[in-house]
């Protein structure tokens, strides 16, 4: 599927600027990085991202005419940067088939079909996918980006749960368990969990404080793909808050596609370094395979500082922006008012 340059050259293109780089910069800073950088900052995505039902991410109801350059460019962030790793569970009993068909270009209803008959309650790792995650853990890059974090934070399902623990095998680091991060909720038996009770029998290095006693939120029914779009976002928009600077994140596929793609309150923008090999680097919006890791720099900022979407007397929302980083990247790599000026 041929994918669509996600920035324009435009007023919304300097604005996205703006917002990765004016953290602590004066208007005329901002606006100069954001001139120096038009040309070179391509957010690869999918043309269906932008379409009229899901384009509102930062501009919901504002034309880019309508859009305060000068407001953009001043804004500081609501909630600070900090580092984020989204891991995709291992391989589990309900995967290889329905897996192996999305990637020869199934349609979503013989995906789940497929899923269905392959369905196991809570369904756990396979062989293949243990494998996966222990190898995960022993790549340089990966055993590097782990080194300075401070949470891991997992779906309540055992799939996810077992590999963050076979990838990050640190138990000293603060382990918690978010209702927000589970698969796609309903309908099958791989989306339903264990009692907390249970949870914490199997994995008491865990903190399961944050989950109700019993699955309360399973039904007969398929989730709504925005009410899960939603659930990611107040996961990540929790951990946006949380004091710890850089956290892994253990969940699934299908709830980090809908989040990062189709929720309006998160902006996906890409600052990989560009790929030495000829081979096309991968779309920042392609969905996430067994055990893939990717690291990003999240910052919660005002909607309203983007636009004028915010009415009188709502809460205030927060967009939260993620950038793709090269995992070798440092933590000292996150924009500083002298490293705009440089660009």
């Not at 995906?111 to 790792?125: H, I, K, N, Q």
């Not at 928009?237 to 809908?258: D, F, R, S, T, Y």
């Not at 809460?315 to 993620?322: K, P, S």
């Amino acid at each position: 599927m041929p994918m669509a340059t996600a920035l324009i050259i435009s007023y919304r293109s300097i604005i996205s600027t703006v917002v990765v780089s004016g953290m602590e910069t004066t208007s005329s800073v901002a606006a100069r990085a954001a001139s120096r950088r038009i040309s070179s900052f391509s957010t690869s995505t999918s043309s269906s991202l932008f379409s009229s039902t899901s384009s509102s991410s930062l501009f919901s109801s504002t034309s880019s005419e309508e859009i305060d350059l000068s407001v953009a460019a001043a804004a500081k962030p609501l909630l600070p940067p900090k580092r984020i790793l989204l891991l995709r569970h291992g391989q589990a009993v309900h995967n290889p088939r329905a897996e192996a068909a999305r990637e020869a270009g199934c349609d979503f209803n013989e995906f789940l079909r497929l899923m269905g008959e392959d369905d196991a309650f809570d369904s756990p790792l396979t062989e293949l996918g243990e494998k996966q995650a222990m190898d995960a853990g022993r790549q340089e890059h990966i055993k590097h980006a782990l080194n300075d974090v401070e949470m891991v934070v997992s779906s309540p399902f055992s799939r996810a749960l077992k590999t963050a623990d076979l990838v990050h095998q640190n138990r000293d680091t603060k382990r918690v368990c978010l209702e927000d991060f589970r698969e796609i909720n309903g309908k099958l038996l791989n989306a339903k969990r264990r009692t907390r009770t249970e949870l914490e029998d199997l994995y008491p290095q865990w903190n399961f404080d944050y989950i109700p006693m019993a699955d309360e939120s399973w039904t007969e029914e398929l989730e709504e793909k925005d009410e899960c779009a939603k659930r990611g976002y107040n996961g990540l928009l929790w951990i946006a808050k949380q004091p710890e600077q850089k956290v892994m994140v253990a969940c699934h596929g299908g709830l980090l596609n809908l989040t990062l793609n189709t929720n309006r309150n998160i902006v996906l923008l890409d600052r990989r370094r560009k790929a030495d090999s000829d081979e096309e680097q991968r779309c920042i919006t392609k969905r996430f395979g067994n055990c893939e890791m990717r690291e990003f720099i999240m910052t919660g900022w005002a909607a309203d500082y983007m636009s004028n979407v915010q009415q009188d007397g709502e809460e205030q929302q927060v967009v939260l922006t993620l950038e793709e980083v090269t995992m070798e990247l440092q933590k000292s790599d996150i924009y500083d008012e002298e490293k705009v000026e440089m660009m």
